[in-house]
């Protein structure tokens, strides 16, 4: 399964919200659907896990969303340390990634 | 807290074999699936593979022919050695934690990973 992330890059204010595509070329089952974030220099965190469920000490400002080929990330109310990498996984088939979106907080 | 480092040469010469380990500190390997992904310069990640605590294996069909992980509880680490590289192999590497110990889940702890170049 392909995963294709869109945009590329984005850059918002602080205190906007972010809204990131993830789409699939086949169908996802919702319980296989993660969602990571990787500031610079660091390890991947993982955000969300099963499309919609957050991570042990992940803010709710972070939310998952959607179903079958279309997911998004939302984050609400941007900080500065919002800016990194936010990558999608599908863990349904074989583990696949989708290429990331570029956050960056103006 | 769970920490995972990876050891192993960062530079590999083609043909040859690229072998990576990876140490579990702050928590035991036992009870867990652990996987490999990579990031080839200016690319997506892929994964490569995983073995579970008992030894079980599950590779990324693309890497099958060449690949081969396995763990060593007795030293909390996870090794991962893949045969026949090429400028193609040449990326950063990390290794993660499955949440769950199943074999395909979301990866709750990573390394910070490391870059393995393929050049003679």
């Known amino acids: 399964i392909v995963l294709t992330q869109s945009p590329d890059s984005l850059s918002l204010s602080p205190g906007e919200r972010a809204t990131l595509s993830c789409r699939a070329s086949h169908s996802v089952s919702t319980t296989y659907l993660a969602w990571y974030q990787q500031r610079p220099g660091q390890a991947p965190r993982l955000l969300i896990y099963g499309a919609t469920s957050r991570a042990t000490g992940i803010p709710d400002r972070f939310s998952g969303s959607g179903s079958g080929t279309d997911f998004t990330l939302t984050i609400n109310r941007l900080e500065p340390e919002d800016s990194a990498l936010y990558f999608c996984?599908?863990?349904?088939?074989?583990?696949?990634f989708g290429g990331g979106t570029k956050v960056e907080i103006k | 807290q769970v920490h995972l480092q990876e050891s192993g040469p960062g530079l590999v010469k083609p043909s040859e074999t690229l072998s990576l380990s990876c140490t579990v500190s702050g928590g035991s390997i036992s009870g867990y699936y652990w996987s490999w992904a990579r990031q080839p310069p200016g690319k997506g990640l892929e994964w490569i593979g995983c073995v579970s605590y008992r030894g079980t294996t599950n590779y990324n069909p693309s890497l099958k022919t060449r690949l081969t992980i396995s763990v060593d509880t007795s030293i909390n680490q996870f090794s991962l050695d893949l045969s026949s590289v090429t400028a193609a192999d040449t990326a950063v590497y990390y290794c993660?934690?499955?949440?769950?110990?199943?074999?395909?889940?979301?990866?709750?702890?990573w390394s910070q990973g490391t870059m393995v170049n393929v050049s003679s």
């Open positions: 996984q599908q863990y349904g088939g074989s583990l696949t």
């Open positions: 993660a934690r499955h949440r769950i110990p199943v074999t395909h889940d979301a990866f709750d702890v």
